[in-house]
């Protein structure tokens, strides 16, 4: 099985719960799994040096580990029932968030000891956010520092279950040695994520912004356009709840997304990075009918590099 994308890895699981707080009505049109083998979006805001190129390995180089049926008594258990034990120390201090991106090497393993994917046999790391994987390898990374290694041993209700989801999908309780190479940090809360600045100008419809990088040329979105952005949406109290910044940017139809983001990038020209403040009449409510959606004003922070 490749899992250069850990499309049938890690990937799936956390992908429909992660695509309900993106800021559409209906369905914006969601990218694919991402390509974790694929160069990220700028790893190296982390501060970590890249890794040096890693030889390509082979199945026979990674036998299962001699604990693999289960977790050694040195092995420190989670509330959760995630047991972890360190193989090497890191050199970094702090641990990854949970929209922040982090790159990887990894070896996966059944409880039988059946090697099912390894991103050592291709000779490259794997990159994604971490909130795009299933629930014990999220677990587990936001325990490690750069540098580190683990190994993780995943309860089947923490990873894929006990029933296949695919072919070739993983079941049962499954075995990670995982190395922490880098990590890119999601976006920070701005200052004024509370409530807008004097200096923000206001529309009638309720919706506030202030452009927070001019951008180029004189053209401006129509609700039917399709649109690429860059974007990090918070709730009031300062809480992350979605952002492209660490992958790849949105792509959808501006007629198809919130009303204040309609309205909003409509404002915009190409390069522009406007932060807008959005009463919740104008996103998903007060009481929000799709699960997992945030509720009441929301800020977003939107930089608009395409319109098609």
């Known amino acids: 099985m490749n899992v250069a994308r850990l499309s049938l890895l890690p990937i799936v699981l956390a992908l429909a719960a992660a695509a309900c707080d993106r800021p559409r009505d209906e369905s914006r049109p969601t990218p694919p799994p991402p ?6 979006a700028d790893l190296s805001r982390a501060g970590s040096p890249p890794p040096p190129p890693t030889p390509r390995l082979t199945e026979a180089d990674l036998p299962a580990p001699p604990d693999v049926a289960a977790p050694p008594a040195d092995a420190k258990r989670t509330p959760s029932g995630l047991a972890t034990k360190v193989l090497k120390e890191g050199s970094g201090k702090d641990s990854p968030a949970e929209l922040d991106r982090v790159k990887v090497h990894y070896t996966a393993w059944t409880k039988a000891g059946r090697m099912f994917d390894s991103s050592r046999t291709r000779g490259e790391p794997s990159e994604f956010r971490l909130d795009q994987v299933v629930k014990g390898f999220t677990e587990g990374l936001r325990l490690m520092v750069p540098g580190e290694k683990r190994r993780l041993w995943i309860p089947s209700s923490l990873a894929y279950g006990d029933r296949p989801q695919g072919m070739g999908m993983p079941t049962g309780d499954l ?26 100008t206001r529309t009638a419809s ?12 004189t053209r401006h979105p129509g609700p039917t356009d399709i649109v690429t952005v860059h974007y990090s949406g918070w709730t009031p109290d300062g809480r992350l709840f979605d952002t492209s910044e660490t992958g790849d940017p949105g792509t959808f139809t501006l007629g ?14 190409l390069d522009e990075r406007t932060r807008f403040w959005i009463p919740a009449d104008l996103a998903y409510g007060d009481k929000p009918k799709r699960p997992g959606a945030p509720a009441g004003p929301l800020v977003f922070d939107i930089e608009l590099v395409a319109i098609k």
């Open 35 to 40: 390509v974790l083998s694929a160069p990220s």
């Open 206 to 217: 309720g919706l506030t912004y202030r452009v927070l990088k001019p951008g180029k040329g």
């Open 175 to 200: 075995v990670f040695d995982v190395e922490l190479l880098s990590l890119a940090r999601a976006p920070r809360a701005p200052e004024d994520v509370k409530s807008p600045p004097a200096s923000a």
């Open 256 to 269: 198809r997304v919130i009303k204040g983001w309609t309205e909003g990038v409509q404002l915009m020209v």
